[in-house]
C-alpha cells in the first residue's frame, strides 16, 4: 500500500467515533486508516479536562501518523445544536442571538463560545447556519435560523464567523445553498427545494454570497435536490454542477467545501458510502464527513485510495484540497500548521455573564392580558404548569443530556402543581390520567415544537377555551404561538436549554421584563 496515498485520502475526510477516550475505533481510523480530520459529539465529552486530553490525543496522533495537523471539528451552534451538553451548554443558539438585538452580539457571543472551543482543543466549530428559515414547518432549521429575512440572517452570519475567527476557531457557513424552506429533514430524508433560480438568488442564496463577499473561509453543502440548479438528480452536496458551477465559479468562492455528512439518510438511502465520497470530491468539496461508523469510514478511504491508485482521481485533484485545507489553516489558525493546536484547557466559569444577559434580552413578550402581573406570578397549588414534552426530531440533538433543563421551572414554583405531557402521545397520556382543574386559577403551559402535533394543539386549545386564564410559554420554535393566540399570555424563548430556563422564570417572577424582538414572522 502507497502510504503517502493513503494519508493523501486520509486529509480528505473527517470521521467521528464512540467513547469519551480513544478506544479501537479511534485507534484503528488513526493508525490503520490514517484519517486526516476528526469531528467529536456529545458521545465524545463528559467535562472539560476529558475532552481537553482526547483533542491532546487526536492532535498527537495525527500529526504522528498522516503528518498534518488536524482539522478538529464540532457542531456548538448554541442553543437546540450544543455538544457541550449538560451543564456545559450555557450558549444561545442563533435566533435567541437574533431576538436579543443586533449582530454585534452574534459576534460578542461567537468570540465567547470560540475562546471556550479553543481552549478544548477544536480548531473548527460547524457553525453558523446561513439558512433563511422561511417555512414554518421546517423540522430541522427552525430557531437555528437567525431569521426569516435575508439582510438580517446575512449580517448575523457575517457577525458570527468574525467573532469566531477573532476566538481563534475556523467557522464554517452553512448548509449551501439553504436548507431554511423545506418541509423535511436531511438527516432522514433527501429534501427538495423546489424554488425557481431566480427566487433562490433573491433569498437563499444571499447571506452564502455576502459571506463569500465578506472572505469568509469555509462553507457546507447541504444534502438537498435543487432542481432549479442543476438537471442533474443528485443532492447539492455531491453535485459539479452546485459547488464547482454555483459556488466556486459563479459565486467565486474558492475556499474549503465541506460536506454535511454522509451517513445521514438524505444520502445513505441512495449511494454507498464510497462511491458518496467519490461524487463529492468530483464535484469539488474538499472535506467529506463520515461521522460514526468505522466500517462507513472503510469504505471511503478505500474508495478513494483505489480511485487514487487507478488513476480515476487524479492527485493533482486532491492536491487542491489539501492546499485549500493549508492556506485555511495558515491564514485563519497562526502556527498550527507547523506546530499542531496548543491546547491550554478551560480555566472559566459557566454561564458567561454575557451569554445569560443575552438569553435574558431575546425573551419575548407577544401578549400579556391580566395573567402576569409585574411582581410575577405566584407560587401556588392553585397554579397549574403543564410542560408539553418534545421528542427528538433529528439526529444527534443533545442540548437536553443529563436532564430537562426546563427542570429549573418545576424547581423555581415548588407550590405549583406541575405535569409533563409527550407531545407525540398527548391524548393517551391525558386519557390514563385525565387533567384535575379544580380549584386551578392559572394554567401556565410550556411548549416544545407541539405545534408538530395536531393532537397536542388540539388538545391545547380545548383548554384555552376553559374559563381559567391560559398563558404559554413557547420555548422552541416560535411558529406555534399562532395556534394559542387566544391565549391570554403569550411568551417567546426560542430554545429548551439551561440559559432559557433562566431566563423564563426571571420573567415569571417578575424579575425581568421580556423585551426581544421575534426575528421570523408568525402566521396569523
Known amino acids: 500500500m502507497d502510504k503517502d496515498l493513503l494519508k493523501k485520502a486520509g486529509r480528505m475526510l473527517v470521521c467521528g467515533f464512540d467513547g469519551l477516550e480513544p478506544g479501537e475505533h479511534a485507534r484503528t481510523a488513526v493508525m490503520d486508516l490514517l484519517i486526516g480530520h476528526w469531528i467529536l459529539f456529545a458521545r465524545n465529552i463528559k467535562n472539560h479536562e476529558q475532552v481537553a486530553e482526547l483533542n491532546k490525543w487526536l492532535n498527537r496522533e495525527t500529526r504522528s501518523h498522516n503528518g498534518s495537523t488536524p482539522f478538529i471539528t464540532i457542531d456548538q451552534e448554541g442553543g437546540i445544536v450544543s455538544r457541550l451538553h449538560g451543564d456545559l451548554n450555557t450558549y444561545p443558539g442563533a435566533m435567541t442571538l437574533a431576538a436579543a438585538g443586533g449582530p454585534e452580539l452574534s459576534e460578542t457571543a461567537s468570540r465567547i463560545s470560540a475562546e471556550h472551543l479553543k481552549s478544548l482543543g477544536f480548531n473548527v466549530n460547524l457553525a453558523p447556519v446561513a439558512d433563511i428559515n422561511s417555512n414554518p414547518l421546517n423540522p430541522i432549521v427552525g430557531p437555528r435560523s437567525f431569521g426569516d429575512h435575508s439582510s438580517a440572517v446575512s449580517e448575523h452570519v457575517i457577525s458570527s464567523c468574525r467573532g469566531y475567527l477573532r476566538g481563534g476557531v475556523l467557522p464554517v457557513v452553512k448548509h449551501f445553498p439553504g436548507h431554511g424552506d423545506t418541509s423535511e429533514d436531511s438527516h432522514r430524508s433527501l429534501p427538495a427545494l423546489p424554488h425557481s433560480a431566480e427566487i433562490l438568488k433573491e433569498r437563499e442564496l444571499i447571506p452564502f454570497n455576502h459571506a463569500i463577499l465578506a472572505g469568509m473561509p469555509a ?7 435543487v432542481p432549479a440548479l442543476s438537471s442533474r438528480e443528485l443532492p447539492a452536496s455531491l453535485n459539479g454542477d452546485i459547488i464547482n458551477g454555483l459556488l466556486r465559479n459563479e459565486l467565486g468562492f474558492d475556499g474549503l467545501v465541506m460536506t454535511d455528512c454522509l451517513e445521514m439518510d438524505g444520502i445513505s438511502l441512495f449511494y454507498d458510502t464510497g462511491d458518496a465520497v467519490l461524487k463529492a470530491i468530483d464535484a469539488g468539496a474538499d472535506l467529506c464527513f463520515i461521522s460514526h461508523t468505522l466500517e462507513e469510514q472503510e469504505k471511503g478511504i478505500r474508495a478513494l485510495y483505489d480511485g487514487l491508485k487507478s ?4 492527485e493533482s485533484r486532491i492536491d487542491e484540497s489539501l492546499m485549500r485545507q493549508q492556506n485555511a489553516m495558515k491564514k485563519n489558525l497562526p502556527g498550527q500548521w507547523e506546530n499542531g493546536i496548543q491546547i491550554s484547557g478551560w480555566s472559566g466559569s459557566l454561564p458567561d455573564p454575557i451569554m445569560a444577559d443575552i438569553s435574558r434580552k431575546s425573551m419575548t413578550l407577544l401578549k400579556n392580558v391580566n395573567f402576569l402581573p409585574s411582581s410575577g406570578l405566584i407560587d401556588t397549588q392553585k397554579l397549574l404548569i403543564l410542560y408539553f414534552i418534545r421528542p427528538e426530531q433529528f439526529i444527534g440533538e443533545n442540548t437536553v443530556s443529563g436532564g430537562d433543563p426546563l427542570d429549573a421551572v418545576e424547581k423555581a414554583f415548588p407550590q405549583s402543581r406541575f405535569r409533563r405531557i409527550p407531545s407525540d402521545r398527548a391524548e393517551e397520556d391525558l386519557r390514563k390520567k385525565p387533567l384535575d382543574l379544580k ?7 410550556m411548549t416544545c415544537d407541539t405545534g408538530f402535533y395536531p393532537e397536542s394543539v388540539s388538545l391545547i386549545q380545548n383548554l ?12 422552541r420554535t416560535p411558529y406555534e404561538a399562532a395556534h ?3 391565549a391570554d399570555f403569550l411568551l417567546l424563548g426560542y430554545e429548551n436549554t439551561r440559559l432559557a430556563a433562566d431566563s423564563l422564570i426571571a420573567v415569571l417572577k417578575g424579575e425581568i421584563a421580556a423585551e426581544g424582538s421575534c426575528p421570523v414572522s408568525i402566521p396569523g
Do not use: C, D, R, Y
Open 464 to 475: 384555552i377555551e376553559n374559563p381559567i386564564p391560559a398563558g404559554f410559554a413557547v420555548m
Open 219 to 225: 462553507i457546507m453543502v447541504a444534502h438537498l435536490l
Open 311 to 314: 488513476g480515476q482521481v487524479s
Open 439 to 445: 380549584g386551578m386559577e392559572k394554567i401556565l403551559i
Open 484 to 486: 394559542f393566540n387566544k
